[in-house]
């Protein structure tokens, strides 16, 4: 098993946006990445035409689109309606955004994330949504509203996406509130908690983007999972169902020797709750996001007497996870 996954039993399919649109589809999927076109050419952006919002104006909430005037262009359109101040976005972030797609000659809504009430997370630049999205938003600020109109070969190409009722000749048109940007500098963000038990770990509590320092003592290892706020965020608790979006790095209680980071790989991991060892699970449910959290994970809790890539088997395992989104 390669390192990256050594924990992480994700499938690909989870790097999508949130469901959308039939609410007997399966919630995990978007119209925005179901059958995307992979074209990696560089398109020609043109600011227009693009129809205009009637109802709906301001960053956040959910717009009305007009239906579109006349012929749409040919190349991708792309017009920022507020300009964020935050960074910029850069390819192969994870792009966190609400948004509403309809289809240009009928103004059929086809997805928003509005009434959701969550705005969608997923990877920008690299092929995981439709190339006008990867083209469109790369180099947009956070804040900033952003109004896409996407030809069929940036979209879904000539197959169209049937489930949602675009055909293959249907130029479509998304407005995009850009509401934030994780990339692989992203940390913990909240008040530090003290840590004055000196038989356990003690954890490093910068927040620049660079692995934390995480110190084991040279005592006996707990029998039982610990799971204790180094950095305490203020966004909302996870649930044992939720995708989380994370920072880890992780030592072994013996010796120190570190087995896996995502600081190394300069690469944020995404997992299921539901799907990693029971130490995580358990870990990390009710914790808040922007939370750096120490987690030691006894054998019965991880790979019990079974020996992983640089895990000897009846390891004790010694977590700092920063939780920089749910999914």
């Known amino acids: 098993m390669r390192r990256r996954s050594l924990l992480l039993a994700v499938p690909a399919g989870l790097l999508t946006l949130a469901g959308c649109g039939d609410d007997k589809a399966d919630k995990s999927k978007s119209k925005a990445t179901d059958g995307a076109s992979n074209s990696a050419d560089a398109a020609k952006i043109v600011d227009g035409p693009l129809p205009r919002i009637t109802k709906g104006d301001k960053f956040g909430t959910k717009p009305t689109v007009a239906k579109g005037s006349g012929d749409p262009s040919k190349d991708l359109a792309v017009k920022v309606l507020i300009e964020g101040k935050d960074a910029e976005v850069a390819k192969g972030d994870y792009l966190q955004a609400d948004y509403l797609g309809q289809i240009w000659t009928s103004a059929k809504v ?29 180099g947009k600020k956070v804040g900033s509203r952003v109004e ?33 940007s994780f990339g692989a500098k992203s940390s913990a963000k909240g008040k530090d908690v003290a840590q004055d038990n000196i038989d356990l770990p003690k954890v490093g509590t910068n927040t620049d ?13 707990p029998k039982k ?6 950095i305490e965020g203020d966004g909302a608790a996870l649930k044992a169902s939720d995708t989380v ?8 209680w013996d010796g ?8 190394k790989r300069s690469q944020l991991a995404q997992f299921q709750l539901a799907g990693v060892v029971k130490g995580w699970s358990q870990g990390l449910t009710g914790k808040k996001v922007g939370s ?21 088997a009846n390891s004790t395992l010694v977590f700092s996870v920063d939780i920089i989104a749910k999914m």
């Open 292 to 312: 750096r959290v120490l987690i030691v994970v006894p054998p019965d809790l991880g790979y019990g007497d079974k020996e992983q890539q640089g895990i000897p």
């Open 209 to 221: 983007g660079k692995a934390p320092s995480l110190d084991v003592p040279k005592k006996d290892a």
């Open 148 to 180: 896409l109109g996407i030809p069929p070969a940036l979209g879904y190409g000539e197959q169209g996406n049937e489930q949602a009722g675009i055909k293959g000749t249907d130029t479509l048109v998304f407005v995009v509130d850009i509401v934030g």
């Open 245 to 252: 979006l994370v920072q880890y790095k992780g030592v072994l």
């Open 256 to 263: 120190g020797k570190e087995f896996d980071s995502t600081y």
């Open 225 to 230: 999972l610990v799971s204790n706020y180094v």
């Open 110 to 138: 086809f997805d928003n994330s509005y009434d959701r009430g969550t705005p969608a997370i997923f990877p920008i630049g690299v092929g995981q949504v439709i190339p006008g999205w990867d083209q469109g938003l790369v």
